[in-house]
């Protein structure tokens, strides 16, 4: 593991009971997960390699549907946002829609939250632009990401 590595951690549960995944990156910047459950103890993820970002950024997770689907989220090149998601019964990782379409500062720390809303999942992520301006992008759904607020007011 990186010294000084950005940890993430969300939780759920499960018929497994309770459920924790905690991601954390390497020396070569591979973004890996550690799984608890209640039955199993701690374990390696069984996921693979969430992605790759630039060593020491921010990471962000949120996961719904009883850890069904996950999403983790992290400064990739140019300072693009990456999107990578895990969906139960696919074997891999995969890009999300909003990869590449919001841009954050490179020095950046992150934050998102996943919430249910009149039976619709959405999705906030939280960044810090190039202005020191924090802001918000947003999905509804399966609906397109869009601009969500900035902060401070």
């Known amino acids: 593991m990186l010294v000084r590595s ?4 969300y939780s759920f549960t499960s ?10 990156q390497d020396h070569s910047g591979n973004i890996g997960q550690t799984f608890y459950d209640d039955q ?8 693979g390699t ?3 970002a630039d060593l020491n950024n921010g990471i962000a997770i ?3 549907d009883s850890g069904k689907e996950e999403r983790v989220y992290f400064i990739g090149q ?3 946002i990456v999107e990578r998601c895990h969906s139960s019964g696919k074997p891999d990782w995969y890009d999300g829609a909003l990869t590449g379409k919001f ?12 919430y249910q809303a009149r039976g619709t999942w959405n999705i906030r992520v939280y960044y810090e632009d190039k202005d020191n301006v924090i802001r918000e992008a947003c999905r509804d759904g399966t609906k397109e990401w869009f601009d969500g607020h900035r902060f401070p007011f």
């Open 15 to 24: 018929p497994k009971g309770a459920n924790i995944r905690v991601c954390y």
């Open 6 to 9: 950005p940890l993430v951690s």
């Open 78 to 80: 140019g300072g693009k």
């Open 50 to 52: 969430v992605g790759q």
């Open 62 to 64: 949120t996961g719904w």
């Open 103 to 114: 841009t954050a500062a490179h020095y950046s720390d992150l934050a998102v939250i996943s």
């Open 40 to 47: 199993s103890g701690w374990y390696p993820g069984t996921n």
